[in-house]
């Protein structure tokens, strides 16, 4: 079965610095997408990164990157130069590339606080 | 503006009085689906529609229904409402798994918080 794991259920970060969540994920399929969404207090979800398995070079989303070990079954986000509207809950997020329907599986969420 | 719309954002109800979460999307999306959201549990899928009149359960349908009548609308219906029904609900939206404009990424309505007494 595949799942997402986030092992940081809460973590904090000065303003100005960088911080780095956790995700490891668990599938038998060799193409899928990754993804962390966003969820500050207004519950929105936002769409963070996306990562595709089948290529090797990380993706970034300005002052978001991610560092995604497809052998070690691992995708994890760093926030650089973390700004206090940066402040939510974060979900990793996989689906199977080749899957018969659009089915997300969820981490648990890491709740992010941004000291200023 | 493009957006997956969610009808009613709060409510607040008594346990078997039934309800009916409505979910509109303009993007013209095959795909459809409802999520529920509990603390620890992060999101877990309830039902999802590939298209038209085809939906199929997800991990967690219990004490709910769906129906796909429109390709735009996608209701989710508690017919008899229990107090462990209480959480947050995400209607969300793609294009088909197999489409040229599927990327993978499910666009999210803003959620609507549901509480049962």
């Known amino acids: 079965a595949q799942t997402v794991t986030q092992s940081q259920p809460e973590m904090s970060v000065q303003e100005a610095e960088t911080v780095t969540l956790s995700c490891t994920y668990d599938?038998?399929?060799?193409?899928?997408?990754l993804f962390w969404y966003k969820q500050p207090p207004s519950r929105q979800m936002i769409l963070v990164i996306r990562q595709e398995a089948y290529k090797q070079q990380n993706a970034t989303e300005n002052r978001f990157s991610v560092n995604f070990q497809k052998a070690a079954k691992s995708f994890s986000l760093k926030i650089s130069d973390s700004q206090l509207g940066d402040a939510a809950m974060y979900f990793c997020?996989?689906?199977?590339?080749?899957?018969?329907?659009?089915?997300?599986?969820f981490g648990t969420g890491t709740l992010l606080a941004v000291q200023p | 503006e493009a957006q997956v719309t969610q009808n009613p954002r709060y409510l607040i109800t008594v346990t078997g009085k039934k309800l009916t979460v409505t979910c509109s999307q303009n993007m013209n999306h095959e795909y459809m689906s409802w999520y529920r959201q509990d603390p620890g549990l992060g999101l877990r899928q309830i039902y999802y529609?590939?298209?038209?009149?085809?939906?199929d359960k997800g991990d967690v349908p219990e004490g709910y229904k769906v129906s796909r009548k429109e390709k735009r609308n996608f209701p989710l219906i508690l017919e008899s409402p229990s107090p462990n029904q209480t959480s947050l609900y995400f209607c969300?939206?793609?294009?088909?798994?197999?489409?040229?404009?599927?990327?993978?990424?499910?666009?999210f309505g803003e959620g609507s918080r549901l509480t049962v007494l």
């Open positions: 997020a996989h689906t199977t590339y080749g899957g018969a329907t659009n089915k997300l599986i």
């Open positions: 969300a939206s793609s294009f088909d798994r197999g489409g040229p404009q599927n990327t993978g990424e499910l666009f």
């Open positions: 599938t038998s399929e060799s193409d899928y997408y």
């Open positions: 529609s590939m298209n038209v009149e085809v939906t």
